[in-house]
């Protein structure tokens, strides 16, 4: 498979103890393109991601998951549309695999789709927490009911889009509702979509994250669909 115009970008929020392992489990699985947002880190996330010569677009505040690819997008679109035939979005803290990354970019590279995610739930069996499951399945059945679109895992942060769905979406979420947004811009669009499976790992580490996140922007992304916001 040629990565040669693939790029990678990875939002990070003090990420300081992961992402220089992201960056090199990226490059020796073949991605050479990378593009690391930092959202306003106050960590060392900047200055580690900087040290592994990859372009670095930084934030001066956090301001949120929607924000920063929302900045790398923008970044691609002014510097690198030319150059590239699809984008992936990869999260910095290790929990996706490199194998996975390859699996979501191939049916952009070969023409299947425009926009494709990772599922972790395609299998009945997953290593995702119990909450975190059920609040993903009630968000893709809102996301079938507001867009039209079926999904399996609309939470994944690994996702895969050609050069026409990077040109065709744009985001106005900052924070993680955005990963709902996607599908809003597919249905508008009408963009093909698909899915592929992939593996769901959680670290102590990610786990930690997620205890303090998971809850709130569930309740935050639903309350945006109530609102219309994502409408």
Not at 58 to 83: I, W, Y
Not at 138 to 164: E, H, M, P
């Amino acid at each position: 498979m040629d990565l040669t115009k693939v790029w990678v970008v990875i939002p990070a929020y003090n990420e300081e103890s992961t992402i220089g392992g992201v960056i090199d489990s990226l490059r020796r699985g073949g991605f050479s393109n990378l593009v690391v947002v930092d959202d306003g880190s106050t960590d060392q996330t900047f200055k580690t991601a900087q040290g592994k010569n990859v372009i670095v677009v930084s934030h001066p505040l956090n301001c949120g998951l929607g924000a920063a690819l929302s900045t790398g997008f923008e970044f691609l679109r002014r510097n690198k549309v030319d150059q590239l035939e699809a984008v992936i979005t990869f999260d910095a803290d290790g929990q996706h695999q490199v194998a996975d990354a390859l699996k979501v970019v191939k049916p952009i590279l070969t023409g299947r789709a425009d926009f494709v995610v990772g599922s972790r739930l395609v299998k009945p069996a997953s290593g995702m927490p119990v909450l975190r499951q059920l609040g993903n399945y009630l968000l893709n059945f809102l996301i079938l009911l507001f867009f039209g679109v079926k999904t399996t895992d609309s939470q994944s942060g690994l996702r895969a889009l050609s050069k026409k769905a990077l040109k065709l979406i744009r985001l106005n979420s900052f924070g993680y509702e955005v990963s709902s947004e996607f599908f809003k811009e597919v249905s508008r669009h009408k963009l093909g979509y698909t899915e592929v499976d992939i593996a769901s790992i959680y670290t102590s580490y990610s786990l930690g994250k997620i205890k303090k996140q998971s809850f709130s922007e569930a309740l935050y992304t639903i309350r945006a669909f109530l609102l219309g916001n994502l409408d």
